[in-house]
C-alpha cells in the first residue's frame, strides 16, 4: 500500500499562483501581506500562517474552503451568513469568473476589502455607489443591488439603536426618496 502524503499548504498556493498566472505582489495584495511574506511563505523560510484571518483570506482568493489547509483552526464564534455575500458569489460563478478575475476588476487598494465582504468579515458596502460598482461588475440587475443596499441599510439603522418597525413610516418615506433620487439619476 503506498502512503499518501498530504500537500503542503505552501505548495497548494504556489501552484495556485503558477496555475492562475497570479504575481506574487497581486497575492499579498489580495490576503493583506507583504510581498516578501508571500516569497518566504512559499519558499518555506517561514511557517505557513496559523492566523486565520490570514488563512481566510488565502482560502477566499484562492476559492477554496479554509479548511483545506492543515493549519487552519476553525474559529469559536459563530460565522454569520450575510445573504447578500451569498448572493455575490453566485453571481461570481454565474459570470464564470473566478474569485480573482472578479478581483482584478476593482483597484489594488479596494481588493482586499472585497476578499473580507466575500469571506463574510466585512459586510457590504453602505456606500451605495460602491455597492453599484461591484454590481456592475457581476452584471447585478439594478434592482438587485438597490434591495441588497437597502437591507444593508437596514441593518445600520437597526445596530444603531433604531426600531425599524415602529418608524416604518419614516423607513417607508426615507426609501421612496432614495428610489426616486436614483431613478432620476438614470435619466
Known sequence: MKQIIPEKSSE????????????KRDFA????????YVYNLIDETVPFSTR?????RIATVMDVNPEDFSEYRI???????????EVLKDYIKENNLSVVAFLKAFPRKK???????????????????????????????DDEVYT?????????????GMNIYSNSGLINSMFECAKK????QKN
Open 111 to 141: 481588493r482586499i476589502d472585497i476578499v473580507d465582504i466575500l469571506r463574510g468579515a466585512l459586510p457590504i458596502p453602505i456606500d451605495y455607489k460602491e455597492l453599484k460598482l461591484i454590481g456592475k461588475t457581476l452584471n447585478i440587475p
Open 181 to 184: 433620487y436614483l431613478s432620476e
Open 75 to 85: 474559529p469559536q464564534e459563530p460565522i454569520l451568513i450575510d445573504e447578500s455575500v
Open 29 to 36: 495584495e489580495m490576503i493583506g501581506v507583504t510581498l516578501s
Open 52 to 56: 486565520g484571518t490570514t488563512i481566510e
Open 12 to 23: 497548494k498556493v504556489a501552484k495556485f499562483l503558477k496555475k492562475n498566472s497570479l504575481h
Open 148 to 160: 441588497m443596499w437597502e437591507g444593508r441599510i437596514k441593518q445600520v439603522l437597526e445596530s444603531a
